[in-house]
């Protein structure tokens, strides 16, 4: 319960510091007061190594890299690409990038994702029709919103 007060793993903290008195050559003058504060010690250094640990983890998770480099004379915006992309169902996604980007045959799609050839090639048309879809309502909001009407 000491430990606790300092960090989420107490026990590693309590392991340690009894660790590292079973390595002592000579015993302390007072053993449990200096267990207590070799515990403090061992509780709060753990938190800041958690600590560090989240943040890190939390910076690494924000920044991810996109999924592609922009070339300097594209006009597409990768990030439109990758947002349409990420809309998919994962296993669509999939066969589209390993179609297009990874120049791989149907029939090699098929043994990657274990889906018979037929299925593949069909969900890969129908990734292609939601991607035209969503690349259409991006350029053209107003006509498949339905805020403009034909007049009479």
């Known amino acids: ?3 606790r007060q300092w960090c989420r793993a107490p026990e590693d903290a309590v392991q340690e ?4 008195l079973m390595k002592q050559t000579t015993l302390p ?3 449990i007061a200096w267990l207590y504060t070799t515990v403090r010690r061992r509780a709060i250094n753990l938190e ?4 560090r640990r989240r943040k890190h983890q939390t910076r690494a998770g924000q920044e991810l890299e996109s999924w592609f480099i922009p070339a300097e004379n ?3 915006d990768p990030a439109d690409c990758e947002r349409m992309l990420s ?11 390993a179609r297009i980007w ?9 043994n990657l994702v274990s889906l018979p050839l037929s299925t593949v090639h ?27 009407q034909p007049q009479s």
Not at 87 to 92: C, G, M, P, R, S
């Open 1 to 3: 319960m000491y430990a």
């Open 17 to 20: 510091a009894l660790i590292e």
């Open 29 to 31: 003058n007072d053993p």
């Open 48 to 51: 800041r190594a958690d600590s």
């Open 74 to 76: 594209d006009d597409d």
């Open 87 to 97: 809309q998919l169902a994962e296993q669509d996604r999939e066969i589209v990038v």
């Open 102 to 110: 990874g120049e791989l045959s149907f029939a090699q799609i098929a």
């Open 122 to 148: 069909r969900r890969y048309q129908q990734a292609l029709l939601t991607l035209k879809q969503s690349i259409d309502q991006t350029q053209n909001p107003e006509v498949n919103d339905g805020s403009k």
